[in-house]
T-cell receptor
Framework: AQRVTQPEKLLSVFKGAPVELKCNYS??????LFWYVQYSRQRLQLLLR??SRESIKGFTADLNKGETSFHLKKPFAQEEDSAMYYC?????????FGTGTKLQVIP | DTAVSQTPKYLVTQMGNDKSIKCEQN?????MYWYKQDSKKFLKIMFS???????INETVPNRFSPKSPDKAHLNLHINSLELGDSAVYFC???????????FGEGSWLTVV
């Protein structure tokens, strides 16, 4: 069975500080990993997916198959980054979300 | 145009009532979902439909019954509402299970 672990429920950082939101997964096949973001009282939306290898809003995430991780990083946090972040694994016919990490950027 | 729309956005109802939440997607996606987000912001899949066929039912009480009249719609009916059903329910769609999921704005259900 696939599983996604986000160990931090809340991550508080100061504006301008680096951010790393942790995500570990377990899946026996080749996973598709995604990060979704939910700003206050808005719908969840895709932030980035590992297959595209893009940087979105300054965020990047690298899939590390050896460590089974897909951590989300940004070198300099902005106040508008404050939101809930969900790591998700897409496998055949099923999507599993982590429990989410609330990022709070302190001005 | 809103890709995935669901109604109502807010719903307050008494225990024991029956209610429905409607969902429509105009993206031409073949897969639709219902997710429940609880007060701790945990997001849990409830149902997944592919081409109008149920493919995932994640141990949801049978008081919850999804209905997909066509590929663009996936409605959620809830019978005999309980206090623990209070949550935000998100409808979503994707082009196949391995692709980006597009979420609706959510329906805030409060059972009193």
């Amino acid at each position: 069975a696939q599983r996604v672990t986000q160990p931090e429920k809340l991550l508080s950082v100061f504006k301008g500080a680096p951010v790393e939101l942790k995500c570990n997964y377990s899946y026996s096949g080749s996973p598709e990993l995604f990060w979704y973001v939910q700003y206050s009282r808005q719908r969840l939306q895709l932030l980035l997916r590992h297959i595209s290898r893009e940087s979105i809003k300054g965020f990047t995430a690298d899939l590390n198959k050896g460590e089974t991780s897909f951590h989300l990083k940004k070198p300099f946090a902005q106040e508008e980054d404050s939101a809930m972040y969900y790591c998700a694994i897409h496998a055949y016919q099923k999507v599993t979300f982590g429990t989410g990490t609330k990022l709070q950027v302190i001005p | 145009d809103t890709a995935v729309s669901q109604t109502p956005k807010y719903l307050v109802t008494q225990m024991g009532n029956d209610k429905s939440i409607k969902c429509e997607q105009n993206l031409g996606h073949d897969t639709m979902y219902w997710y429940k987000q609880d007060s701790k912001k945990f997001l849990k899949i409830m149902f997944s439909y592919n081409n109008k066929e149920l493919i995932i039912n994640e141990t949801v009480p049978n008081r919850f019954s999804p209905k997909s009249p066509d590929k663009a719609h996936l409605n959620l009916h809830i019978n005999s509402l309980e206090l623990g059903d209070s949550a935000v329910y998100f409808c979503a769609g994707s082009r196949g299970a391995g692709n980006t999921i597009y979420f609706g704005e959510g329906s805030w259900l409060t059972v009193v």
